[in-house]
C-alpha cells in the first residue's frame, strides 16, 4: 500500500543494546532523513485522482562526485577503521571490562574518505536544490491520508535518501458533502414541482445526469443515485449520491393562485370528496402553477 503511517520508520527499531547506556552510537544509519509535505489539492482532484509537481528545497547527490564527496569520486579506505566505518574502545571497570561501539569520527560511518576533496560540494557529497517532484495521487484519496513516496527524502552521502511524506489537505465542495465514499447533495425543487412531479438535472463530480421526481415529493426525501459518488481506493466501485431535496414554498402569489389554492385546500378537506370537481381544479392549479 502506498499509505503508511507516517511514524513508521525502520531505523527506529534498527538500535542494539549500546544504544541503552551510550545513546545512538553503537547504531548506523541506514538511510536519509524522511521529508514531509503538505499539498492541497481541490474536491475534484481528491474524488477524481490527479498528478502534481511540487518543488522541494532539499539536500541532493552532488552530480560531480556522485555524492561520495571525493574529487572524481576517488574514495579510499579509511585507516582508522578499516573500512568498517565503526570504532571499538573497550573500558575497564571494577570488575571486568565492556566494549563500547561508535561511529568513526574520521569517515562519519562511511569506511571510506576522500584523499581530496570535490571542488563543487566541499567535500560534502551533497549540494542544497530545488527538486521537482511529479506525484500520483489516487483517485479517492481524503483529507489528511499520507502519501508515502520512496527515496525522495533527504539524501546522505554513502546511503539511500530518506522518503517523502506528502500530506492530502482537501478543499471543501460548493455543493457537495463527503461521507467516505459517498456524496450528499441538498436540491431545492419549486413547490409545483414537488406537488406535480418533475425531471430534473443533478450535476455529479463529472457530468449532468437526469432523474425524475415523482408527484407529492416531500422536502426531506432523499433519493440515492447509485455508484455516482467517489471512485474507492484501489478498486473500481464508486460509492452513491444521496439526494436531499428540499420544496421551496412560494411567498408571492397572485390573486388567481390564491384563489385556486383557497378552493384546493376547501375541497381536499373531505378526501371522500375528490370526484371529478377536484380534479378538474387539481389541473387548473398544476396549469396556472407549472
Sequence with gaps: SIFRDIFDNEDFFSGNIFDMFFGNQGRRRTKGSDL??????????????????????????????????????????????????????????????????GTCNICKGYGKIAREKCNNCKGNGLIEKIKEITIDIPAGVDDGNTLRISNEGE?????????????????????????????????????????????????????????????????????????????????????????????????????KQRKLLEEFTAESKDESKFGKTERNLFEKIKDIFV
Excluded: W
Design 155 to 255: 539524501e546522505v552521502k554513502g546511503l539511500r535518501a530518506g522518503d517523502l511524506y506528502v500530506i492530502i489537505n482537501v478543499n471543501e465542495h460548493d455543493i457537495f458533502e463527503r461521507k467516505g465514499y459517498d456524496l450528499y447533495l441538498d436540491y431545492t425543487i419549486s413547490f409545483p414541482q414537488a406537488v406535480f412531479g418533475a425531471a430534473i438535472s443533478v450535476p455529479t463530480l463529472k457530468d449532468n445526469i437526469k432523474i425524475k421526481i415523482p408527484e407529492g415529493t416531500q422536502s426531506g426525501t432523499i433519493f440515492r443515485i447509485r455508484e455516482k459518488g467517489v471512485k474507492r481506493l484501489h478498486d473500481s466501485d464508486y460509492g452513491d449520491l444521496y439526494l436531499r431535496i428540499n420544496v421551496k414554498t412560494p411567498t408571492k402569489l397572485s390573486s
Design 36 to 101: 514531509s509535505y503538505n499539498i492541497e489539492i481541490s474536491f475534484e482532484e481528491a474524488a477524481l485522482g490527479c498528478r502534481k509537481t511540487i518543488k522541494l528545497p532539499k539536500k541532493v547527490k552532488c552530480n560531480n562526485c556522485d555524492g561520495t564527496g571525493a574529487k572524481e569520486g576517488k574514495l579510499s579506505v579509511c585507516n582508522n577503521c578499516d573500512g568498517t566505518g565503526q570504532v571499538r574502545r573497550v573500558t575497564k571497570i571494577l570488575f571486568g571490562s565492556f566494549m563500547q561501539i
